[in-house]
């Protein structure tokens, strides 16, 4: 991923905008984080994907705007690839990065990472 221009994460400029929604778990995520942090910040849903929970809007792990886990050893794959590389798969992230706001600002990033797209 190094190859990948930074993103302003820390502190993100955006209210953590991508943090919006939770992420989702493996199951040894969830486990590791239910153990480490308590069994309330996560859940699984009615489908039976595990995820972090969200309270006022944000991923319930976003403190003063920046992660408190991401340091953590079972930090959410899909948090450690987003929003270049897809963590189920492995590909390039095909779904909406605009959720991130940086993408908005800088087009020319929406093409970095998607097949046939390079790297500035």
Same mark, same amino acid.
């Given at each position: 991923?190094? #190859?990948?221009?930074?993103?302003?994460?820390?502190?993100?400029?955006? &209210?953590?905008?991508?943090?919006?929604?939770?992420?989702?778990?493996?199951?040894?995520?969830?486990?590791?984080?239910?153990?480490?942090?308590?069994? !309330?910040?996560?859940?699984?849903?009615?489908?039976?994907?595990?995820?972090?929970?969200?309270?006022?809007?944000?991923?319930?792990?976003?403190?003063?705007? #920046?992660?408190?886990?991401?340091?953590?050893?079972?930090?959410?794959?899909?948090?450690?690839?987003?929003?270049?590389?897809?963590? !189920?798969?492995?590909?390039?992230?095909?779904?909406?990065?605009?959720?991130?706001? !940086?993408?908005?600002?800088?087009?020319?990033?929406? &093409?970095?990472?998607?097949?046939?797209?390079?790297?500035?």
């Amino acid at each position: 991923m190094s #190859a990948f221009p930074a993103l302003p994460c820390f502190p993100c400029p955006h &209210q953590s905008a991508c943090c919006g929604y939770g992420v989702t778990l493996s199951e040894e995520e969830a486990r590791d984080l239910s153990a480490r942090h308590g069994e !309330e910040k996560v859940y699984r849903t009615r489908w039976g994907e595990w995820r972090t929970r969200v309270r006022n809007r944000r991923c319930i792990f976003i403190v003063n705007n #920046a992660c408190s886990i991401h340091a953590d050893p079972s930090y959410p794959a899909v948090c450690r690839a987003f929003p270049w590389t897809d963590a !189920e798969t492995g590909g390039p992230y095909e779904y909406d990065q605009t959720i991130c706001p !940086e993408f908005l600002a800088r087009p020319e990033l929406v &093409q970095i990472g998607k097949r046939g797209g390079t790297p500035a």
